[in-house]
């Protein structure tokens, strides 16, 4: 699985580390601009987008188990009412102190 996720990651290039932010902005700031009827499919499809951009890099990247565990449980309190705040908190973390 790992060498699948490099070799795609490698084939992706430069591409593949600017590819998230605009998913994670649509996600974001999609409640607030986009219209309430367009919300739901919009952030469905850039969550699902961004979850597996997510997985494919923290395989490439050789991320450690514990941190893989804390990552999914953070994600899981997040999607909770009033726990955006820790989905945001995990896509800081994640840039900047497990992703090299």
Partial sequence: MADACSRFVERVGGA???????????????PYFVPREAVAPLWLVCSALLLVWWFVDAVDQ???????????????????????????????????????
């Fill in 16 to 30: 593949w580390v600017s590819a998230p932010w605009p998913l994670f902005a649509v996600w974001f700031l999609g």
């Fill in 62 to 100: 050789g991320v450690a188990a514990w941190q893989w565990a804390v990552g999914i449980a953070m994600l899981a309190i997040g999607v909770l009412p009033l726990g955006r705040l820790l989905l945001i908190a995990a896509w800081v973390i994640y840039w900047t102190r497990v992703r090299e």
